[in-house]
């Protein structure tokens, strides 16, 4: 147990009330160009993807956000005094972002990503409240979490935060750049880009000493955002990597499914600088040469040729028979980073479903792949992409027919 930790929290309950209206009593910023400041960290937080439900108002909750021990639904971040954040005080709210405590004394479920916003500087978080304080409030009481015990026991997640969560504000490295310095504060904290793309072990926690070499989020698997070649971004420039947060697109792959809300919630409304400073800090992240990773591709006539008249048939129309694509429009197969996936769910529920692309004022057509759940056996979505994994230049491993069963199950079984 964090002995630090324990005497900070018996320390707050000495405090008290005293303490909180002590902090409170320091008058804030709520000038016109704080609000937007506010905003505009918002926007590079994400928070309007997870805080708003399909068909509901804005900031107001409710959306389920499915994890591999159930769905945890978001909190109302609207005002309103009953339901949402309108009686929370500056303190209460700065507490919810760096110790994922609520005003209540609950812990929050780090479904909330406060393992990386406790990374915000005092300033920034006030400037986030300020801005949500200008929403207009709705009610909405936020459904229960469905979650076994005893998950369902909130002080489970004292145990959960002793393991695996670390607070503190985020402190810049002297002997980097202040460009490298940004672009880590958002990755790091604001962007929260390792709670997807970081693999976790049995207990949801991130394994830090793996940290961005891809993970489960929402049901898809994001991708490695290290360097190394193949999956990671080792052959991406830094121009490319700020094209696809600014447009959804470049020349080597479109963000779809939870990315593509990425792109149009949060990344798109970021200054260039800010972008640029993302792409300096991704491509200075550890690497390799892929050795570690390496894949061995299918060599299976049989599998390889029926994956083929597959592509022909139901794929060459948009990415074309050289695997090449439409510059622009349909992503290549052609060295397609995405396909070189060590975990294929995401790629399974591309075929399977279809997604939408990120629509953006750069890339307003918002084109779709389509799903080929009711066209293509299990077997015709295995044999394919195992096919696209081995040619066209690419040199990832095959594709059981067991797993295109088992994302089509969990297709079925999604609320």
Known sequence: MNVRRLHAALAAVLLGVAGIAIADSVPRDTSHAEIMRGRYLVEAGDCAACHTADGGQPFAGNRGVPTPFG????SNLTPDDDTGIGTWSDEDFWRAMHDGVSRDGRHLYPAFPYPWYTKLSHDDVLAIKAYLDTLPAVRSVARAP?????????????????LFFKEGEFVPDPSRSAEWNRGAYLVEGLGHCGACHSPKNVLGGVKRGDRFEGGMGEGWFATSLRRSRGEGLGDW???EIVAYLKTGAND?????GPMAEVVEHS???LSDADLHAIAVYLKDLPGDDGAAHAQQASTDHDVLTRGRLVYLDQCAGCHMENGEGVAGVFPPIKGNTGLHASDTTSLARLVLEGAHSARTPDKPEGFAMPGFAGKLSDRDVAD?????????????GPVETSKIAS???SLHEAP
């Open 252 to 256: 080597r792959a479109r963000a779809m």
């Open 146 to 162: 469905e979650l076994p015990l005893p998950l369902r026991w909130r002080g489970s997640l004292a145990v959960w935060n002793a």
């Open 267 to 269: 990344t798109r409304h």
């Open 71 to 74: 769905t945890i639904y978001s």
């Open 407 to 409: 994302v089509r199950k």
């Open 237 to 239: 420039s830094a121009d």
């Open 384 to 396: 394919v992409l195992t096919y696209v994994r081995a040619s066209f230049g690419n040199g990832a």
